[in-house]
């Protein structure tokens, strides 16, 4: 048996515990743990595909299996914290349903990336890795000296607005070095550097910072390459 084959599904089978651990621990109110576990799946989700071209054993069931632990992870999970997020702000027992608009267009966003072949060296729309990770962020910001950017109004705005994000048609660049000169990667060493420079400025909650920037950066070079 060829074990090295079954290593990339080991790896996306990772990605999607952390998404399953995560849905538990947030409906346990350990909002903090399930953005942990969160983050380690995308690390986990960079890593599945970077070994299969490593060991050459790319397969067509691991994009489906790719596809599908994202669902869980990075469409149901951030869903679930926004949930409880505004749970937080709200009486009404129904306006924390909101949250769940955004597994729908996760589902539909996944749907799209699965079946367009121009997203090879560029995304058309957010990827849920990237939406997932500016949601769980606000967990800590809700906790920090800046605590007041978090309201109902905020997160229902960041709901819904992220969500359409997901199915954009705006173009977004993809973090793929063919080669790492600068004359070819200018705008991801630029993002990178600020990233960065962010991280060490504001720690965790650079995040959300990091992610605006990706997609402002995005929409930038996209007017200038017009």
Not at 85 to 113: E, H, M, Q, W
Not at 151 to 156: A, D, E, G, H, Y
Not at 184 to 190: H, V
């Amino acid at each position: 048996m060829n074990i090295k084959k079954h290593i990339p599904n080991s790896i996306t089978c990772g990605n999607l515990l952390c998404g399953c651990i995560g849905i538990v621990a947030t409906f346990k109110g350990e909002l903090i743990f399930a953005t942990y576990l969160l983050w380690l799946a995308i690390v986990l989700d960079f890593f599945d595909g970077f070994v299969a071209r490593l060991l050459k054993v790319s397969s067509p069931i691991g994009k489906e299996l790719d596809s599908l632990a994202d669902m869980v992870t990075f469409g149901v999970l951030p869903s679930v914290i926004m949930y409880h997020l505004i749970t937080d702000y709200t009486d009404n027992a129904y306006l924390p349903y909101i949250g769940f608009v955004i597994a729908i267009f996760s589902a539909l966003r996944l749907a799209k990336f699965n079946i367009d072949d121009r997203q090879t060296s560029v995304f058309i729309g957010l990827p849920t890795p990237a939406n997932a990770l500016f949601i769980s962020s606000l967990v800590f910001i809700a906790g920090s000296d800046y605590s007041s950017i978090i309201n109902l109004t905020s997160l229902v705005i960041v709901s819904i607005g992220f969500s359409l994000l997901l199915v954009s048609p705006i173009e977004l660049f993809a973090l793929k070095f063919k080669s790492f000169k600068w004359t070819d990667n200018k705008l991801r060493f630029t993002f990178l550097l600020l990233s960065v420079l962010l991280l060490g400025l504001f720690q965790v909650l650079a995040i959300p910072m990091i992610i605006i920037g990706y997609i402002v950066l995005s929409v930038i070079n996209n007017m200038i390459s017009q």
